[in-house]
């Protein structure tokens, strides 16, 4: 599986942002997607998950009530919809996949096993 996140761009604070990860190759609708950051000097950190049938979902407290995760298994995408955005979700934004069949989300990004390009977002204050 190849992923690609898009959308990213600098927007003001308390705008919204919508992500966009979008698969190529098989199985991805088998697959768990996870959302990670990182901002420069930070370590990479989890943002919201889905499992792989969509019905359980996961977020990160500090973004918890203003993204949104989701995704569309017939045509291998999944979304991060960001609202209230603020400058400390400035950082570069990545989607992984995780290729084991799970109901819960995992949070760790050693945990995942496919990643793709991630995609700037800079939101100014």
Not at 62 to 75: E, M
Not at 117 to 123: A, K, L, S
């Amino acid at each position: 599986v190849q992923l690609q996140a898009s959308g990213g761009g600098l927007e003001q604070a308390g705008g919204s942002l919508r992500l966009v990860c979008a698969a190529s190759g098989r199985f991805f609708n088998l697959y768990g997607v996870g959302w990670f950051r990182q901002a420069p000097g930070m370590e990479r950190e989890f943002v919201a998950g889905i499992n792989w049938s969509g019905t359980t979902t996961y977020y990160a407290d500090s973004v918890k009530g203003r993204f949104t995760v989701s995704r569309d298994n017939a045509k291998n995408t999944s979304f991060l919809e960001m609202n209230s955005l603020n400058a400390e979700d400035t950082a570069i934004y990545y989607c992984a996949a995780d290729r084991t069949r799970r109901v819960n989300v995992k949070t760790a990004p050693r945990e995942y096993d496919f990643w793709g390009h991630g995609t700037q977002v800079t939101v100014s204050s």
